[in-house]
């Protein structure tokens, strides 16, 4: 399967656990997303990287969560002392800085959180 | 006021039927507009890029009117199979994030 991968799929954790998410974009994908997505809405954005850096976060992305994409390949979100507002699904995806359109994003399946 | 507003439904329509999305986006900063389908529990997959001249796609056709700030869809002769969640996408200019409206659930019926 040569497209954008999640994993956990689903998580299922205690309120005040830390938790991390891994998202494996498609290959040579400069550019990867987080959003989050509650019941009943659309996706929002989270943060982006284009290879390495992390070059913008969302004023959703408080303190407790933290994102990484240490050698511009796969990328990490780590929420600590998880809150019930947490519970969402988390996407990740991915798209070429050049080539086939930059505007076309490629979802994962997402990891779907839920903080009890 | 969110930034890009979708009436979220749901339409409930008989197979064969004619329905119409419409969205309005505020910011003007967009660049580029897109039509997601998300079914049940699962991502959105991209149904169609949107430009101002229009664009169709078999029964599926896109508009986009950058003068009113308005994206709208268009589905023929709808089928059981079309029954999902459609999101309105805009691409934001130099950072390429996506921002979503609330999504329009399409129910059709036999």
């Known amino acids: 399967d040569t497209g954008v991968s999640q994993d956990p799929r689903h998580k299922i954790t205690k309120r005040g656990q830390n938790v991390t998410f891994r998202c494996d974009p498609i290959?040579?994908?400069?550019?990867l997303y987080w959003y989050r997505q509650t019941l009943g809405q659309g996706p929002e954005f989270l943060t982006y990287?284009?290879?390495?850096?992390?070059?913008?976060k969302s004023r959703l992305l408080s303190d407790r969560f933290s994102a990484e994409r240490p050698k511009g390949s796969f990328s990490t979100l780590e929420i600590q002392r998880t809150e019930q507002g947490d519970s969402a699904m988390y996407l990740c995806?991915?798209?070429?800085?050049?080539?086939?359109?930059?505007?076309?994003?490629?979802f994962g399946p997402g990891t779907r959180l839920t903080v009890l | 006021r969110k930034e890009v507003e979708q009436d979220p439904g749901p339409f409930n329509v008989p197979e064969g039927a004619t329905v119409a999305f419409n969205c309005t986006y505020s910011?003007?900063?967009?660049?580029?507009f897109f039509w997601y389908r998300q079914d049940c529990r699962k991502e959105p997959k991209l149904l169609m890029s949107?430009?101002?001249s229009g664009n169709e796609d078999g029964r599926f056709t896109a508009q986009l009117n950058r003068a009113s700030q308005y994206i709208s869809l268009l589905i023929r002769d709808s089928k059981l199979s079309d029954s999902a969640t459609y999101l309105c996408?805009?691409?934001?200019?130099?950072?390429?994030?996506?921002?979503f409206g609330q999504g329009t659930t399409l129910q059709v019926k036999p």
């Open positions: 995806a991915s798209t070429p800085l050049e080539g086939q359109g930059p505007d076309t994003q490629y």
């Open positions: 910011n003007s900063a967009s660049q580029s």
């Open positions: 996408v805009v691409n934001m200019r130099n950072t390429g994030k996506l921002i």
């Open positions: 990287f284009q290879n390495e850096a992390q070059l913008e």
């Open positions: 949107v430009y101002s």
């Open positions: 290959s040579e994908h400069n550019r």
